[in-house]
């Protein structure tokens, strides 16, 4: 049993009072009023002293956390270097930046165009946040359901901000998506007739929630990476790249890269880029602790608005309302919607269920820091958190629910001793998801720079000011093979001039003329957790 | 004060609080990971790590982010293992036996020695896996080893030289492809969306005006 304070023990008890009782019933939907006012309220989005104007770049004058601001406006690491551009190390038609889950689509798919292609990735192919998607895939192909359902419940869900050209390839591929990676292998939950097993995420109006499990995006990345592999495709890794290059008609023309072990800098010269680099957990916007993987640091927006690639919606942000709150060692991990999809409440610490546990996730996430701040949260090791009435899932479900559907979330627990089918866990919002990124019109290609592709988590727009659980793993494969098929068409047509690295000369002109001098190196590549207390 | 453990890190000591996990023992120590550090929550396999607990003979493996640090507890962290992997064309192989007899034959000098089940980091019955997969019970195989993070540790313990993490991916393919019964209800659908039936239906709503679509998104059916 894991060591729970006494006030989290007494807690408990009036959990486990109700959970009979608030098991026959659902708590209330929000209004569209109401939801407006939490978000205001509570939502970390709406805090605007974690906010600066942007001095330079496409985005000039525009808000954006401190904390991106400064990579963003930081200082590049080529710019004390002698790089000699006209003998690259390597050259490829297409060169992919980021090995996750898009990153691998876009490789698959531009190889089948026949491009010669190539990825790079800081860590390995498949160190990234797909694969600790833990809930699932959206896609709209069940007989009472619709592409065009699918869209009205992810605009209204994004706040009505979504670009709709981008929305509509988004929805409209979805299901093509789930045939594509089941004709890869990838096993998707069942029924023995094939009927594909299919749930509720927050604020869908129609079960489409495709699972593997709880495994969901290990069981995709995983089937890409085989794929990749079986494939030849070239996978440089332990590699960054640091710098866009290009030419001097200013099409982006390769990356400056940089071995992450022995530092050494090496030339890729492309006729096609793709950033995959995905998101900024890692930046802890606002203190925050995440769920995502150790490399997320925004480095690919960082280079686009360098090289002039215009972002959007990059003030905004997704707080899972269900990170891990106890143990402190898991803290700030993801406990997957899913959960709640499989009927676990949030409960407070007088027992009462006080949301609906399947609003969006900005709204569930706000209600969640306003019972808080009401005082009824629980106090916790790093801070305080709400109940997850997992044994609900046992009774609604049957016994064996919980191993059956969610068999992560059952180890990940029971490594401290909590057996989730049994005790309720502590959650509390944690930093999940770059709703904004790089611009980008329906053929993947930036709005601003030419020869630029971009997928995945480092795109804006495809879900407006919030994503559903489930739209995600669905983008990087969409947007992933999209900016693979559109790179394996652009590259015949592609004739690279000299290259350059003027474009960061210039910006750090920009820089200084705008009074600012940074310091910070970006992009910032790794977070540094040594000799502190690691968030 | 918090309660402090003795740590050896490659054979070296480190005092470091007791309630940390082998990686933020690490950084706390003063380590600036690159390798064996990936996704910090158990999910990708670069933290797999080796310790034994001094005057213990048992040598453990875990993964450094999901494992909290024992006193006196030497650690080896291992973030690559040499697994073989084989090149193979799934649209072109089928599953039989004969395909493991190809590419993975080393499953049939299996000892039985268990030693790969005993390291499992994920708490796997790995020789049992192997076993389904040298019957060419593809189906056995992928359920029993779907949690598999392919950290390599059973690998590394295997005296027959077995990439267990390969067979059991090459058999979810196998099994998710051809095994696992066809989806007809997906195949009808993204049919229908190659004959164009919803492009008119969406583009309707694109142009609609934001107030009608908040309109409708307020009011929308949700299914029980």
Request: hydrophobic share 35%.
């Given at each position: 049993m894991?060591?729970?304070?006494?006030?989290?023990?007494e807690?408990?008890?009036?959990?486990e009072?109700?959970?009979?009782?608030?098991?026959?019933?659902?708590?209330?939907?929000?209004?569209?009023?109401?939801k407006?006012?939490?978000?205001?309220?509570?939502?970390?989005?709406?805090?605007t002293?974690?906010?600066?104007?942007?001095?330079?770049g496409?985005?000039?004058?525009?808000?954006?956390?401190?904390?991106?601001?400064?990579v963003?406006?930081?200082?590049?690491?080529?710019?004390?270097?002698?790089?000699?551009?006209?003998?690259?190390?390597?050259e490829?038609?297409?060169?992919?930046i980021?090995?996750?889950?898009?990153?691998?689509?876009?490789?698959?798919?531009?190889?089948?165009?026949?491009?010669?292609?190539?990825?790079?990735?800081?860590?390995?192919?498949?160190?990234?946040?797909?694969m600790?998607?833990?809930?699932?895939?959206?896609?709209?192909?069940?007989?009472n359901?619709?592409?065009?359902?699918?869209y009205?419940?992810?605009?209204?869900?994004?706040?009505?901000?979504?670009?709709?050209?981008?929305?509509y390839?988004?929805?409209?591929?979805?299901?093509?998506?789930?045939?594509?990676l089941?004709?890869?292998?990838?096993?998707?939950?069942?029924?023995?007739d094939?009927?594909?097993?299919?749930?509720?995420?927050?604020?869908?109006?129609?079960?489409?929630?495709?699972?593997?499990?709880?495994?969901?995006?290990?069981?995709?990345?995983?089937t890409?990476?085989?794929?990749?592999?079986n494939?030849?495709?070239?996978?440089?890794?332990?590699?960054?790249?640091?710098?866009?290059?290009?030419?001097?008609?200013?099409?982006?023309?390769?990356?400056?890269?940089?071995?992450?072990?022995?530092?050494?800098?090496?030339?890729?010269?492309?006729?096609?880029?793709?950033?995959?680099?995905?998101?900024?957990?890692?930046?802890?916007?606002?203190?925050?602790?995440?769920s995502?993987?150790?490399?997320?640091?925004?480095?690919?927006?960082?280079?686009?608005?360098?090289?002039?690639?215009?972002?959007?919606?990059?003030?905004?942000?997704?707080?899972?309302?269900?990170?891990?709150?106890?143990?402190?060692?898991?803290?700030?991990?993801?406990?997957?919607?899913?959960?709640?999809?499989?009927?676990?409440?949030?409960?407070?610490?007088?027992?009462?269920?006080?949301?609906?546990?399947?609003?969006?996730?900005?709204?569930?996430?706000?209600?969640?820091?306003?019972?808080?701040?009401?005082?009824?949260?629980?106090?916790?090791?790093?801070?305080?958190?709400?109940?997850?009435?997992?044994?609900?899932?046992?009774?609604?479900?049957?016994?064996?629910?919980?191993?059956?559907?969610?068999p992560?979330?059952?180890?990940?627990?029971?490594?401290y001793?909590?057996?989730?089918?049994?005790?309720?866990?502590?959650?509390?919002?944690?930093?999940?998801?770059?709703?904004?990124?790089?611009?980008?019109?329906?053929?993947?290609?930036?709005?601003?720079?030419?020869?630029?592709?971009?997928?995945?988590?480092?795109?804006g727009?495809?879900?407006?000011?919030?994503?559903?659980?489930?739209?995600?793993l669905?983008?990087?494969?969409?947007?992933?093979r999209?900016?693979?098929?559109?790179?394996?068409?652009?590259?015949?047509e592609?004739?690279?001039?000299?290259?350059?690295?003027?474009?960061?000369?210039?910006f750090?002109?920009?820089?200084?003329?705008?009074?600012?001098?940074?310091?910070?190196?970006?992009?910032?590549?790794?977070?540094?957790?040594?000799?502190?207390?690691?968030? | 004060m918090?309660?402090?453990?003795?740590?050896?890190?490659?054979?070296?000591?480190?005092?470091?609080?007791?309630?940390?996990?082998?990686?933020?023992?690490?950084?706390?120590?003063?380590?600036?990971l690159?390798?064996?550090?990936?996704?910090r929550?158990?999910?990708?396999?670069?933290?797999?790590?080796?310790?034994?607990?001094?005057?213990?003979?048992?040598?453990?493996a875990?993964?450094?982010?999901?494992?909290?640090?024992?006193?006196n507890?030497?650690?080896?962290?291992?973030?690559?293992?040499p697994?073989?992997?084989?090149v193979?064309?799934?649209?072109?192989?089928?599953?039989?036996?004969?395909?493991m007899?190809?590419?993975?034959?080393?499953?049939?000098?299996?000892?039985?020695?268990?030693?790969?089940?005993?390291?499992?980091?994920?708490?796997?019955?790995?020789m049992?896996?192997?076993?389904?997969a040298?019957?060419g019970?593809?189906?056995?195989?992928?359920e029993e080893?779907?949690?598999?993070?392919?950290?390599?540790?059973?690998?590394?313990?295997?005296?027959?030289?077995?990439?267990?993490?390969?067979?059991?991916?090459?058999?979810?393919?196998?099994?998710g492809?051809?095994?696992?019964?066809?989806t007809?209800?997906?195949?009808?659908?993204?049919?229908?969306?190659?004959?164009?039936?919803?492009?008119?239906?969406?583009?309707?709503?694109?142009?609609?005006?934001?107030?009608?679509?908040?309109?409708?998104?307020?009011?929308?059916?949700?299914?029980?």
């Open positions: 894991y060591n729970y304070t006494n006030e989290q023990l807690s408990m008890k009036k959990v009072a109700t959970r009979q009782e608030r098991c026959g019933k659902l708590h209330r939907r929000l209004t569209a009023e109401e407006d006012a939490v978000l205001k309220e509570y939502h970390p989005d709406y805090i002293s974690a906010y600066e104007v942007l001095k330079v496409p985005n000039k004058g525009e808000k954006v956390l401190h904390e991106l601001a400064d963003l406006q930081g200082k590049s690491r080529v710019l004390d270097m002698d790089i000699d551009l006209s003998k690259p190390d390597y490829t038609d297409v060169l992919i980021g090995a996750g889950g898009a990153g691998s689509s876009a490789a698959i798919e531009a190889d089948n165009a026949g491009a010669k292609v190539m990825m790079v990735t800081k860590l390995r192919i498949g160190d990234a946040n797909t600790m998607a833990e809930g699932g895939i959206q896609a709209a192909d069940k007989p359901d619709s592409p065009a359902i699918h009205l419940d992810a605009f209204g869900g994004g706040h009505f901000a979504a670009k709709p050209e981008l929305l390839r988004l929805v409209s591929e979805a299901p093509d998506a789930i045939r594509w089941n004709d890869l292998g990838v096993m998707f939950d069942k029924m023995p094939g009927t594909m097993v299919t749930t509720h995420g927050g604020g869908t109006s129609r079960k489409r929630m495709h699972a593997c499990k709880d495994y969901s995006g290990a069981e995709i990345m995983r890409l990476r085989d794929e990749v592999l494939r030849g495709i070239p996978v440089i890794d332990f590699t960054s790249a640091i710098e866009l290059i290009k030419d001097t008609d200013g099409k982006v023309a390769g990356a400056v890269l940089m071995n992450m072990e022995t530092k050494d800098i090496l030339v890729a010269k492309a006729k096609v880029v793709i950033i995959a680099t995905g998101g900024a957990g890692r930046l802890h916007y606002q203190g925050f602790p995440t995502n993987h150790y490399g997320a640091t925004a480095d690919g927006l960082v280079l686009a608005y360098r090289a002039g690639g215009k972002l959007l919606y990059a003030d905004t942000l997704q707080y899972h309302p269900t990170g891990a709150a106890e143990p402190t060692q898991i803290f700030g991990a993801l406990v997957t919607e899913k959960v709640r999809s499989l009927g676990a409440q949030l409960v407070n610490k007088n027992g009462e269920a006080f949301v609906y546990s399947l609003e969006t996730r900005d709204v569930t996430a706000s209600s969640i820091i306003k019972e808080c701040s009401k005082g009824n949260g629980v106090k916790t090791t790093d801070g305080q958190g709400v109940w997850l009435d997992t044994p609900q899932i046992e009774i609604l479900g049957g016994e064996g629910t919980i191993e059956k559907r969610i992560a979330m059952m180890r990940m627990f029971g490594k001793g909590i057996d989730i089918r049994k005790e309720p866990i502590l959650i509390y919002p944690t930093l999940h998801y770059q709703n904004g990124g790089i611009d980008i019109s329906a053929d993947g290609m930036s709005t601003t720079i030419e020869n630029l592709y971009v997928a995945g988590e480092a795109v727009g495809i879900h407006g000011r919030n994503r559903l659980m489930g739209n995600s669905l983008d990087i494969i969409v947007f992933g999209i900016a693979g098929k559109s790179a394996g068409k652009k590259f015949k592609v004739t690279l001039k000299d290259l350059t690295l003027d474009h960061v000369k210039s750090d002109k920009e820089l200084k003329d705008a009074g600012l001098n940074p310091e910070i190196l970006s992009p910032k590549l790794l977070p540094n957790y040594t000799k502190q207390p690691a968030i | 918090e309660n402090m453990v003795n740590v050896y890190l490659f054979g070296k000591k480190y005092q470091v609080p007791s309630s940390l996990t082998i990686m933020k023992a690490m950084e706390y120590a003063g380590y600036q690159v390798r064996g550090c990936g996704c929550n158990g999910f990708c396999g670069a933290c797999s790590t080796i310790y034994r607990i001094k005057g213990d003979k048992e040598l453990k875990c993964l450094a982010c999901q494992t909290k640090v024992e006193d507890m030497y650690v080896a962290t291992l973030p690559f293992f697994l073989v992997k084989e193979y064309d799934i649209q072109k192989i089928s599953p039989s036996e004969q395909i007899m190809q590419l993975y034959p080393e499953i049939y000098a299996c000892v039985g020695c268990n030693a790969c089940t005993k390291a499992c980091t994920q708490g796997l019955n790995v049992q896996y192997i076993a389904y040298q019957r019970d593809f189906e056995s195989c992928a080893s779907f949690d598999c993070v392919m950290c390599g540790v059973c690998s590394s313990r295997c005296p027959a030289g077995i990439s267990h993490p390969q067979v059991a991916e090459l058999s979810r393919r196998l099994y492809k051809y095994i696992a019964p066809e007809t209800h997906l195949l009808e659908r993204v049919k229908e969306i190659d004959d164009g039936k919803y492009k008119e239906l969406i583009e309707t709503l694109m142009n609609k005006p934001i107030s009608e679509l908040k309109e409708l998104y307020n009011n929308r059916e949700i299914e029980k």
